[in-house]
């Protein structure tokens, strides 16, 4: 059986959030994976959302470290799997996947954050380190295409073999009972807009705001709902108020696993507004729950709608077009009804459970 030191997120957040590299983390391990393969865990959650001053993370990284080297030389392990994040999270695993290499141990590296194009464009010494991180390992798992021709780029596109596309995944069956007929929702006199995600500038929440701010009065039998928290979350607050959108337009906080299913559920239109993803499970979770989606053109999005087809998809931080947007679809059923089908039948077809772990497996195992 292949031992493999597995460095990720496998804790419950502090908020009762589950981020896409938890669910996928979590996924791994408790999958039949674990039967051909002893994983040794080292737990990377962070201790508070948002995360702490790195004065106040400082040692807990270096435990980990310690930890990782301690497993490197003492537990016989065969590969090391590492997800990461941007920033500071890539400069700890990072230094994590070197150590590895240094002792001969195979390294399979999951990058798993949109914020990352933001670290490769500024340059600089995390720019460089990155590259450096990307050339020793042996396996760089990429979220979509999209991703692996950025990462090619940046290490002058050496071995694009080992660069591997592996998209996210979400368990669909927890959603195969979740969908109200879109034929019965389109006779409903109101249409219900949601976004579920951080209240953060990067996931244009204000843009979003201000777009439902620009639909016509002939639009508004709507209700949108706004779940999930963050730094912007009293600045959301406060324009609600100012562009007199109180009536219908609702911060609705976090909602736990049971009220998001409820929440899909009742969905018309799901709104995705970022100016930076990695590969959003929340777009997943709307897609298979049968909504019609739009997105914007960051990250993997492009990789998962084709605009017009199963979503559609809007330029990052535009306003207007994002506003038109959200209007077509309200004012056209038809086309609600054609983007839900579609985009249900794009996750069952290329996003399952089972799909990822078969994949990971012939990775891991081999």
């Known amino acids: 059986m292949k031992r493999v030191l597995f ?24 999958s039949s994976v674990n039967q ?4 040794i865990l080292i737990d990377t959650t962070s201790i508070s959302v948002p995360p702490p001053p790195i004065i106040q993370r400082l040692p807990y990284v270096l435990f980990r470290l310690f930890r990782f080297a301690y497993h490197l030389v003492f537990s016989n392990i065969d590969k090391a799997l590492i997800f990461t994040a941007d920033g500071t999270s890539f400069m700890e695993k990072g230094l994590m996947a070197l150590m590895a290499k240094m002792v001969g141990k195979e390294v ?14 500024k340059g600089g010494g995390l720019m460089r380190f990155i590259k450096h991180v990307f050339t020793k390992c042996d396996i760089v798992i990429c979220q979509s295409k999209i991703w692996k021709k950025e990462f090619l780029q940046l290490v002058n596109n050496k071995n694009p073999e080992k660069f591997i596309v592996q998209p996210n995944w979400i368990d669909e069956s927890q959603y195969s009972d979740n969908t109200l007929s879109y034929e019965t929702k389109l006779h409903s006199d109101t249409i219900n807009i949601i976004y579920i995600g951080w209240l953060e500038s990067f996931k244009g929440i204000i843009d979003f705001i201000n777009a439902i701010s620009q639909l016509s009065p002939a639009n508004k039998n709507i209700h949108v709902g706004i779940y999930g928290d963050g730094s912007l979350a009293e600045q959301a607050a406060q324009l609600i108020v100012q562009r007199k959108l109180s009536d219908y337009v609702k911060l609705e906080g976090w909602a736990n696993p049971e009220m998001k299913l409820c929440v899909l559920r009742k969905a018309d239109i799901y709104v995705l507004p970022s100016h930076r993803e990695g590969f959003p499970n929340a777009l997943l979770e709307a897609m298979i729950s049968e909504l019609p ?35 077509t679809l309200i004012e056209q059923p038809d086309l609600r009804l054609k983007l839900a089908k579609n985009a249900k039948k794009t996750v069952l077809e290329c996003y399952t459970t089972a799909k990822a772990l078969t994949n990971f497996r012939k990775i891991l195992e081999a």
């Open 293 to 327: 989606v739009i997105a914007t053109d960051v990250g993997a999005i492009p990789d998962i709608i084709t605009s017009g087809q199963n979503g559609l998809i809007v330029p990052s931080e535009d306003e207007v077009t994002l506003a038109t947007n959200i209007s």
């Open 7 to 30: 460095v990720g997120s496998f804790k419950d957040a502090p908020d009762g959030s589950t981020g896409g590299q938890m669910f996928a983390c979590k996924t791994l391990i408790n």
């Open 36 to 39: 051909t393969i002893n994983f």
């Open 108 to 121: 399979i590296l999951a990058p798993r954050s949109g914020m990352l194009k933001d670290d490769i464009e």
